[in-house]
């Protein structure tokens, strides 16, 4: 047994503060920078014998890997003392040009010269936080939302309120009030930040009336709007959605990726942005980082100039769109009856809501144990809401393992829902703050 | 002529604002976001008639750009789906093994477990004082010190002040009064940050016997010390310094870089942490970007593991003397006899003091006049000083342009001391804040 004089005591103290000498000398900021309580388990989900309905990653084994191979070994030959090099903090104003092409294809008109390239769009959304948000100021989110942009805010000490959101994106009227109350009580709204196209967890899309309103009432009331639109030239149905940053240039900043279009492994994202934020972006970016590398900046830059981009995207759509369909499909045949989730038409997510008097994160060992995996709704959402959902993803494992993934989940939460009628509701652990995703949960 | 009504007046002002609808918005952090006044001059300084002593670019033409390509072709065909995907926040666990080998080169005994792998050793740095620095605090740095550094401590609002340095580095005394003055008055130091050797921008080198005494009075004052050492390697004579974290690893934050040792274009840099600020660097890494390049990571980590890098290392070496060699001699023969500089043994510059009465930022434009550019030592501080210094980097243009360069660099200084001679010393402009420098001139 272990001493128990107060000497001992003390020792001990002094041990345990030694596991983190630093304890008391962190940054304000960092307290909340905490792992979260899942990352445990999702190291468990990732063996191969789990199906991983959880991460985001996108399926780049579908990209002609033997072109990419001899793109980048010719930009090495040829450009190689550029590529090698420090480039702009602003990024390769050719790659710039590029962009702007790809934003064209969402009704965007804009200039190389308000594009800055970035760490992937997570890192614009970094720097966008960085350059508007002091402590205890108001950034309005869809809830839910993107776990990595709410971990992000937390970082910078933002108040997220959550905007209702229902199958056709935000909701204009709770927009329009929430705008209407905090501005009444005094509280610096910095920005609406929302990913109006195929959502991330949701997979809803903002429709077009609605997405005029939004627009109005923001620019009525002085707010300026984030676009988060990482999934939007991935939809299954049709033209892609204009872009809000197509009907106001002033309000919008822009956020785009070749993550899901071409490949993450680049980290190539950007942000289009009126001029003077973008003055502000630029410094911010090289405090941050210097530059992006010139390598995977020019290796995007000559993948769009020299290969089919529009003819991949449509495959990765065509690929995506079997995967939907094969969850949705699986979802419909196999879980219980009180279960009920959206219907994506794009992008990689399902949303999905367990019946009442269930809780997604207790479920998860459960679900782990019988190898499949998902992420807990409440990783979506800064006020503890989300109890009761999943983020379901049909992005990265093949159809045959999705519907397997969905087979397994529906038999936890059958087994849930006989304990449930059984024994009544349980009593579930309330959630524990913003969770900082693993990069491939995002 | 414009009218002068008050109605006029107003629209006036209303345009005005237009120019940053958003100036009254951003983040306190933000407003000592501007551009150098000197960036515009230093756009001209990239024409190829000037010769430019003012950035920090490492010669990458001396590496084996075949090698590089073939390296990079192989890498997508064999592990295209691994280098294409997201990577792991933390980094590359097999890159991070090989960084402990270069690392062991400077007597550093690190964990694998311990590395967080950054965007650039400037991502490292802004990680590091996210985690640690509230407005206000005080972080201590050589005086001069590295610009990248000044302008990324000065975007999370911290106070610089700087420890007096002379030819062997920072002069232990400096240090422990300064740590005594400011922990009598209450200031909270949160750390230490130098560069011990080759220091940008100086040139010198923290000698041993300095080296010990710095660690201690850190230590006994419980000062966290961050060891910034791009050009550890680098050095003309001898063996590698033995880095301050090999002697004292739950102290110091050691900051790493493939930008000299190999090519700045992948942007790999690193981190090797004491384990709890390991665990916030990794949360806050994810926060900023989610995850590296896994594309460069690899493509570096089959570098290491397939190319004769301590031989590449060694050519890098012998170029930077024989740059170092004339550009040393050239200042010898050409430059004014009241003229001082440093004598680097390693690494890329050399830091001048102009004679008394001279302004370097005043003489800039006329360098450039005369097809010659350096960067002006006030952005080297944070407290104004450091007008009549100059940095002048010798790493990037080939000997013969070094002493051309010196040539037209010794011929405006002699214009502006006869000058001098004639009027007296000029009124120069106060210096205005720490500037943010461009990639190139990190």
Redesign the interface.
């Known amino acids: 047994m272990a001493p128990q004089d107060s000497d001992h005591g003390r020792t001990v103290a002094a041990h345990g503060s030694r596991?983190?000498?630093?304890?008391d000398?962190?940054?304000?900021?960092?307290t909340g920078?905490?792992?979260s309580e899942v990352r445990a388990l999702f190291a468990v989900a990732s063996r191969p014998e789990v199906v991983s309905l959880a991460g985001g990653?996108?399926y780049?084994?579908a990209?002609p890997?033997?072109v990419?191979?001899?793109l980048?070994?010719?930009?090495?030959?040829r450009r190689?003392?550029?590529?090698?090099?420090?480039?702009?903090?602003q990024g390769d104003p050719h790659l710039r040009e590029q962009i702007c092409d790809v934003m064209r294809l969402e009704g965007i008109e804009g200039h190389a010269d308000d594009v800055v390239v970035t760490?992937?769009s997570?890192?614009a959304l970094?720097l966008i936080t960085?350059?508007?948000?002091?402590p205890g100021?108001v950034i309005l989110a869809e809830g839910p939302s993107y776990v990595?942009a709410l971990?992000?805010f937390s970082?910078?000490q933002a108040k997220v309120v959550h905007i209702a959101m229902d199958d056709e994106g935000i909701i204009p009227e709770s927009l329009a009030q929430t705008v209407y109350a905090l501005q009444t009580a005094g509280s610096r709204i910095?920005f609406l930040y929302t990913i109006p196209t195929f959502q991330n967890p949701a997979g809803v899309t903002l429709n077009a009336a609605r997405r005029a309103q939004v627009l109005d009432i923001c620019q009525r009331a002085g707010v300026?709007i984030v676009e988060d639109n990482p999934y939007g030239l991935l939809g299954f149905d049709g033209e892609p959605m204009r872009a809000l940053r197509a009907d106001n240039p002033?309000g919008v900043v822009y956020l785009g990726s070749f993550?899901k279009t071409l490949?993450?492994?680049?980290?190539v994202g950007w942000a289009l942005a009126?001029h003077?934020?973008r003055?502000?972006l630029v410094?911010?970016m090289?405090?941050?980082?210097?530059?992006?590398?010139?390598?995977?900046q020019l290796?995007v830059g000559e993948y769009l100039a020299t290969q089919p981009w529009r003819e991949q995207i449509k495959t990765f759509r065509e690929l995506y769109r079997e995967r939907r369909d094969t969850m949705l499909s699986s979802l419909e045949s196999l879980m219980p009856a009180e279960c009920s989730w959206t219907r994506p038409s794009g992008g990689f997510f399902v949303w999905a809501t367990l019946p009442e008097g269930l809780d997604s994160k207790a479920l998860l060992p459960r679900a782990v144990a019988e190898r499949v995996a998902f992420v807990p709704g409440t990783g979506f959402f800064a006020d503890g809401s989300g109890a009761r959902n999943m983020r379901l993803s049909y992005c990265y494992p093949e159809p045959e393992r999705i519907r397997e993934g969905v087979r397994r989940l529906a038999g936890v939460v059958e087994q849930e829902l006989q304990l449930r009628d059984t024994f009544g509701a349980g009593a579930f652990p309330d959630h524990i703050g913003v969770d900082?995703?693993?990069?491939?949960l995002?």
Not at 25 to 30: G, I, L, P
Not at 72 to 77: E, F, P
Not at 80 to 89: F, I, M, N, R, T
Request: no cysteine; aromatic share 8%.
């Open positions: 596991i983190d000498a630093y304890v000398r962190y940054a304000a900021r960092a920078m905490v792992a990653m996108p780049v084994t990209l890997l033997d990419v191979g001899e980048v070994a010719d930009l090495v030959a190689g003392p550029v590529a090698l090099q420090y480039g702009s903090g760490v992937g997570q890192q970094d960085r350059i508007f948000i002091d100021d990595g971990g992000t970082a910078y910095k300026l002033d993550s490949a993450p492994g680049f980290r009126p003077a934020i003055d502000k410094l911010a090289e405090s941050a980082v210097l530059s992006h590398s010139a390598f995977t290796a900082t995703p693993g990069p491939d995002a």
